[in-house]
């Protein structure tokens, strides 16, 4: 069983800068894709980025040239660093994980963790 820590969200003015991590943790097998998710109130939830083992990137159109994914294998830490940051990305943001046993993979998601942009 993965479980994921999420943490580095909070409140900040249009233009500022979060950076979120989350790092997994119990798991035995490959951790292979590593992503993030929002969900805005009223909204569902939509890929932000994603980062595979060899550091292939996809991120959503909206925060391309603003956000940058990034992982540590080692840790089994991925990153998102945001900037320019508007008040429309404002959402919880939800770390997942793919758990590689083989063919098949398992998804574990973190607890979220809140950014708001206002000024």
């Known amino acids: 069983q993965v479980q994921l820590v999420e943490s580095g969200g909070g409140l900040v003015q249009p233009g500022g800068s979060l950076r979120l991590s989350c790092t997994a943790s119990?798991?035995?097998?490959?951790?292979?894709?590593m992503g993030w998710y929002r969900q805005a109130p009223g909204k569902q939830r939509e890929l932000v980025a994603t980062?595979?083992?060899?550091?292939?990137?996809n991120y959503v159109d909206s925060v391309k040239g603003r956000f940058t994914i990034s992982r540590d294998n080692i840790k089994n830490t991925v990153y998102l660093q945001m900037g320019s940051l508007k008040p429309e990305d404002t959402a919880v943001y939800y770390c997942?994980?793919?758990?590689?046993?083989?063919?098949?993979?398992?998804?574990?998601w973190g607890q979220g963790t809140q950014v708001t942009v206002s000024s």
């Open positions: 997942n994980v793919q758990e590689s046993r083989g063919s098949i993979k398992y998804y574990y």
């Open positions: 119990g798991s035995s097998f490959v951790i292979a894709a």
């Open positions: 980062i595979a083992t060899g550091g292939s990137i």
